[in-house]
């Protein structure tokens, strides 16, 4: 294997700086994570948008005590007085259909419409898109059906069985939360697997993380298949048309031990044309050089 040139070296320890600071930063939340607080979810369509009060007909509830069709007064002002300063303020367009994230305010005397605040002030609504509406909508079914779940044993066979799903917004959240909560097994390939060809990049890319994870952590023979998968992740390394797809491949081999490895790596680093992916390469062969050089001085066992 080629040395790599103090530049290099430089330069991927800045790009590690980066990454490191990158994986820290705040991320938009899940419609999973964002849901959870709130003890009403439900979504509705904006009657108008003047006023103290913003009234919003009931569609569909997803938790909480409403009745579809029922119209409640959503205080809007409330929200927006009290939002933090880097917060854009909330406006809703009269006529779409938003998801809101509810608590009943405190009732007023001879009133005769239901009052509601925001959970999450600003943040606590989101526009349902127009495509697309009926997958966003059934996530959030399905998400509200999941967290009344009391069973952690059923919660993660219920996540595990999202992985089979079409709806996106499902399969993203299913594995986020095993990547979050390092909850991959070798049973979960199965399932994780056939996602590494899926149409949508940023699919793709979680399932690599994932798939790299189990071929890293686990012994090869509770794996099924793992030469095939290792050749399907390589090939993805080499091919895929997504740059991010490319290094979470690229990383997802790191815990191999096989020297074949190192020549997929020296091959990516010196061929792949988006540069990110070329110093992801070079770094993990950096890594591995350095590995190799402290087993030699006998301070790695």
């Given at each position: 294997m080629r040395a790599r040139p103090l530049a290099v070296t430089a330069v991927l320890t800045g790009v590690g700086l980066c990454a490191a600071i990158a994986a820290n930063a705040p991320s938009d939340m899940t419609l999973y994570d964002w849901m959870y607080p709130a003890p009403v979810v439900l979504s509705g369509r904006v009657l108008d948008e003047a006023?103290?009060?913003?009234?919003?007909?009931?569609?569909?509830?997803?938790?909480?005590?409403?009745?579809?069709?029922?119209?409640?007064?959503?205080n809007?002002?409330?929200?927006?007085?009290?939002?933090?300063?880097?917060?854009?303020?909330?406006?809703?367009?009269?006529?779409k259909t938003y998801l809101f994230l509810l608590e009943p305010a405190s009732p007023k005397d001879r009133d005769s419409i239901m009052r509601y605040e925001l959970v999450r002030g600003v943040s606590g609504t989101r526009e349902v898109p127009a495509e697309g509406a009926s997958a966003y909508l059934d996530a959030a079914r399905q998400?509200?059906?999941?967290?009344?779940?009391?069973?952690?044993?059923?919660?993660?066979?219920t996540l595990?069985?999202?992985?089979?799903?079409?709806?996106?917004?499902?399969?993203?959240?299913?594995l986020d939360e095993f990547l979050k909560f390092r909850r991959e097994s070798p049973e979960l390939a199965l399932r994780a697997r056939p996602l590494l060809q899926h149409p949508r990049p940023e699919i793709r890319e979680k399932a690599l993380d994932l798939c790299g994870r189990i071929?890293?952590?686990?012994?090869?023979?509770?794996?099924?298949?793992?030469?095939g998968m290792e050749m399907e992740i390589i090939g993805l390394a080499r091919r895929d048309t997504s740059p991010e797809v490319?290094?979470?491949?690229?990383?997802?081999?790191?815990?191999?031990?096989?020297?074949?490895?190192?020549?997929?790596?020296?091959?990516?680093?010196?061929?792949?044309?988006?540069?990110?992916?070329?110093?992801?390469?070079?770094?993990?062969?950096?890594?591995r050089e350095l590995e190799f050089g402290e087993r030699s001085d006998g301070n790695l066992h």
């Amino acid at each position: 294997m080629r040395a790599r040139p103090l530049a290099v070296t430089a330069v991927l320890t800045g790009v590690g700086l980066c990454a490191a600071i990158a994986a820290n930063a705040p991320s938009d939340m899940t419609l999973y994570d964002w849901m959870y607080p709130a003890p009403v979810v439900l979504s509705g369509r904006v009657l108008d948008e003047a006023g103290k009060l913003t009234d919003v007909q009931v569609e569909e509830v997803f938790r909480g005590e409403v009745e579809p069709g029922a119209i409640v007064a959503v205080n809007i002002k409330k929200a927006n007085r009290y939002r933090e300063d880097f917060q854009s303020r909330m406006d809703l367009d009269e006529g779409k259909t938003y998801l809101f994230l509810l608590e009943p305010a405190s009732p007023k005397d001879r009133d005769s419409i239901m009052r509601y605040e925001l959970v999450r002030g600003v943040s606590g609504t989101r526009e349902v898109p127009a495509e697309g509406a009926s997958a966003y909508l059934d996530a959030a079914r399905q998400f509200a059906q999941l967290q009344s779940i009391n069973s952690d044993e059923l919660h993660w066979h219920t996540l595990g069985r999202m992985l089979e799903e079409r709806n996106p917004y499902l399969l993203l959240t299913a594995l986020d939360e095993f990547l979050k909560f390092r909850r991959e097994s070798p049973e979960l390939a199965l399932r994780a697997r056939p996602l590494l060809q899926h149409p949508r990049p940023e699919i793709r890319e979680k399932a690599l993380d994932l798939c790299g994870r189990i071929l890293t952590g686990f012994p090869r023979d509770e794996i099924a298949d793992p030469a095939g998968m290792e050749m399907e992740i390589i090939g993805l390394a080499r091919r895929d048309t997504s740059p991010e797809v490319r290094i979470a491949a690229t990383h997802a081999l790191k815990g191999l031990a096989d020297a074949s490895v190192e020549e997929v790596w020296e091959e990516i680093s010196l061929d792949d044309p988006d540069q990110r992916v070329r110093y992801a390469a070079e770094r993990l062969l950096y890594e591995r050089e350095l590995e190799f050089g402290e087993r030699s001085d006998g301070n790695l066992h």
